[in-house]
């Protein structure tokens, strides 16, 4: 049989194939929508493309990747890691189904670790050397290797016949989509040097990164309802407005925030009073998250500045009615991802920085906020960042 179709038919039942225990270390990180195979799934993929070998080289190298959906086709941004946690280089990769891509990355992961990870032992044709000529021919029909050589198989690899393959057309509107596993389901790869420049031609696809080290920006937009305490008298709903960015391991989110008014009694005389106080506010975070599979855990540093406004009987708080507060802590949250949204819990603890005593004009009240506040609510997120 052709090495080829060898080839195909192998990769065809990696990720279909009855689960075995997945070796995490394959797989720095992975994102992908539902429906595509997971961090594990791609993981035990190289695992069963190393086969013995796999024990020798644990721990060595692993994969960095992202898979978004553009319309009706797919895209991997692939980056292999060595055990320092260095780039060795990127790959982008397109497709009409998902899980051909994720057979790609496992296939470029296990080809970096141990060439001869594919070795049929048939002997093979002597070709020019050259990046491109090892590698093209063990990929998918259709698949074109158009710049770079940095993940390209290393010397050693079972040479093949290194004629160039052309480019398989995008499939016709209305043409099924080519079954998973078939040549032709990867329609479109390029290579990239890590210290190149951008130099993507993809309508619409972001810039490539300009070293091995770096991801596009990705970036998503939160709505966050929370249990406030110890800012006002009273325990205060929030909720919170904004956008989280995320870059690699880094993760920083801008939000406004509202705390809803409370209601709290005031000693008067001669008949107590009330007062409603309420505030408005901003908060910074800066920290990282983790992703295994759809859960994403996530925390850092969070720092609230807030105005604290009350009134009661139409007198308002000194200093133009406002009050303000700066609180830093640490905050932490746990989400479960479906696609591009993703819903959880948060909590956090800050402490007040010289939190001043704020009163009522006319009323021998006051209140100072607790020296320690914090929250705990919900998040509802729509974009790309996982945690």
Not at 66 to 75: M, N
Not at 117 to 122: H, I, V
Not at 135 to 157: F, H, K, M, S
């Amino acid at each position: 049989m052709p090495f080829r179709a060898v080839t195909i038919a192998f990769l065809a039942g990696l990720l279909g194939a009855a689960p075995v225990a997945a070796q995490e270390s394959w797989v720095a990180r992975w994102d992908a929508p539902a429906g595509c195979p997971d961090g594990a799934a791609v993981s035990a993929a190289v695992e069963r493309l190393l086969g013995p070998s796999a024990e020798a080289h644990r721990s060595t190298l692993a994969l960095d990747g992202r898979i978004t959906r553009d319309g009706e086709r797919f895209h991997l941004a692939l980056i292999l890691r060595d055990a320092t946690g260095a780039a060795v280089g990127t790959r982008e990769l397109g497709g009409a189904t998902c899980p051909p891509l994720a057979e790609a990355a496992a296939l470029l992961a296990a080809l970096a670790v141990d060439p001869g990870a594919l070795s049929t032992g048939e002997p093979e044709p002597e070709v020019p050397p050259g990046p491109t000529g090892e590698l093209q021919e063990i990929l998918p029909a259709g698949v074109t290797v158009e710049r770079g050589a940095n993940l390209d198989a290393p010397t050693g690899t079972p040479q093949r016949d290194a004629a160039p393959l052309a480019e398989e057309p995008s499939p016709a509107p209305g043409a099924p989509e080519p079954e998973y596993g078939e040549p032709g389901a990867i329609l479109s790869q390029r290579m990239v040097d890590p210290d190149a420049g951008p130099a993507s031609t993809r309508p619409g696809a972001p810039d490539e990164p300009t070293t091995g080290d770096a991801v596009p920006f990705a970036f998503g937009f939160d709505a966050r309802l929370a249990l406030e305490l110890g800012t006002l008298p009273e325990p205060a709903a929030a909720l919170r407005l904004g956008a989280t960015f995320a870059r690699r391991w880094l993760r920083i989110a801008a939000l406004a925030e509202a705390l809803f008014p409370r209601t709290t009694t005031v000693p008067r005389d001669p008949v107590d009073a009330e007062a409603r106080f309420y505030a408005l506010g901003a908060r910074l975070e800066l920290g990282t998250a983790w992703s295994r599979g759809a859960f994403a855990l996530g925390g850092g540093l969070v720092g609230a500045l807030h105005s604290i406004r009350g009134a009661s009987a139409g007198v308002s708080l000194p200093a133009a009615g406002a009050a303000p507060l700066l609180t830093l802590g640490g905050v932490l949250r746990v989400l479960l991802r479906r696609g591009r949204f993703a819903v959880g819990i948060e909590g956090d603890v800050r402490a007040s920085v010289a939190p001043a005593t704020y009163g009522i004009d006319g009323l021998d009240w006051s209140h100072r906020p607790a020296a320690w506040v914090g929250q705990v609510g919900v998040v509802v997120r729509v974009g790309e960042p996982p945690g």
